[in-house]
């Protein structure tokens, strides 16, 4: 098993640029979850996923969209890059509630974005 | 509404001292309290969690945590720390019943001296 995977890891954008954040898993996960880490403020999750075609809304979900066309893809795409937009961003996968093992995510090793 | 603090973002220890590193919560619901680290350029691991049952939890690399209610508070703990220990940890807790969305706090660096 990969785990959960993302690309790139570095990207540096300009402002008004956009582009998409790719992330998969292969652990049949149903649910899965894109967080920014910023210094001294922990995660905090953009938007979330239970399963191909469902996604919400996170705690800071503006600027960026998502969708979950398969189980096993989630990316995240920056629509128009802002400076603010600079971070490390983590893509994170779990079982269903309900399943033995739902309690844990598993996280990928991230994407350092700046944006210029 | 869920929340986590940990107390100092940078604690420094000498190798072979004890480790403890604060987590206070508040939650609505019965909490599920969880430590991950994060070593230098890696994702998140999970160390240990707390979901019902035994409120001492072991996870790994030697680590435990106490889930103590009357004090809201989770603190992790390490007799005698190693170098390799070196990393940033965080504290989450479950937002809420039923749903996968975690709340992390803002993160301890720790730092062990040789």
Same mark, same amino acid.
Request: some cysteine.
């Given at each position: 098993?990969?785990?959960?995977?993302?690309?790139?890891?570095?990207q540096?954008?300009?402002?008004?640029?956009s582009?998409?954040?790719?992330c998969?898993?292969?652990?049949?996960?149903?649910?899965m979850?894109?967080?920014?880490?910023?210094?001294?403020?922990?995660?905090?999750?953009?938007?979330?996923?239970?399963?191909a075609?469902?996604?919400?809304q996170?705690?800071?979900?503006?600027?960026?969209?998502?969708?979950?066309?398969?189980?096993?893809?989630?990316?995240?795409?920056?629509?128009?890059?802002?400076?603010?937009?600079?971070?490390?961003?983590?893509?994170?996968?779990?079982?269903?509630?309900?399943?033995?093992?739902y309690?844990?995510?598993?996280?990928?090793?991230?994407?350092?974005?700046?944006?210029? | 509404a869920?929340?986590?603090?940990?107390?100092?973002?940078?604690?420094?220890?000498?190798?072979?001292?004890?480790?403890?590193?604060?987590?206070?919560?508040?939650?609505?619901?019965?909490?599920?309290?969880?430590?991950?680290?994060?070593?230098?350029n890696?994702?998140?691991?999970?160390?240990? !969690?707390?979901?019902?049952?035994?409120t001492?939890? !072991?996870?790994?690399?030697?680590?435990?945590?106490e889930? !103590?209610?009357?004090?809201?508070?989770?603190?992790?703990?390490?007799?005698? +720390?190693?170098m390799?220990? +070196? +990393?940033?940890?965080?504290?989450?807790?479950r !937002?809420?019943?039923?749903?996968?969305?975690?709340?992390?706090?803002?993160?301890?660096?720790?730092?062990?001296?040789?």
């Amino acid at each position: 098993n990969a785990g959960v995977t993302q690309t790139p890891k570095f990207q540096v954008l300009k402002t008004g640029q956009s582009m998409t954040l790719q992330c998969a898993q292969d652990m049949n996960h149903e649910y899965m979850s894109w967080y920014r880490q910023d210094p001294g403020m922990g995660l905090r999750l953009i938007h979330y996923s239970v399963g191909a075609g469902i996604t919400d809304q996170g705690e800071v979900p503006n600027g960026y969209n998502v969708s979950r066309s398969t189980t096993e893809d989630f990316p995240l795409r920056l629509l128009s890059a802002a400076p603010s937009q600079t971070s490390v961003y983590f893509c994170a996968s779990s079982y269903a509630p309900g399943r033995s093992s739902y309690n844990e995510q598993f996280f990928g090793p991230g994407t350092r974005l700046t944006v210029l | 509404a869920q929340s986590v603090t940990q107390l100092g973002s940078h604690v420094s220890v000498s190798e072979g001292a004890l480790v403890l590193l604060r987590c206070n919560y508040s939650s609505s619901v019965p909490p599920y309290l969880f430590w991950y680290v994060q070593y230098p350029n890696q994702g998140l691991q999970l160390l240990l !969690k707390y979901t019902t049952g035994a409120t001492l939890v !072991k996870g790994i690399n030697g680590f435990e945590a106490e889930f !103590k209610k009357s004090e809201t508070s989770f603190h992790l703990t390490k007799p005698s +720390a190693h170098m390799s220990d +070196a +990393a940033e940890y965080f504290c989450a807790v479950r !937002k809420f019943q039923g749903a996968q969305k975690l709340v992390f706090g803002q993160g301890t660096r720790l730092t062990i001296n040789p």
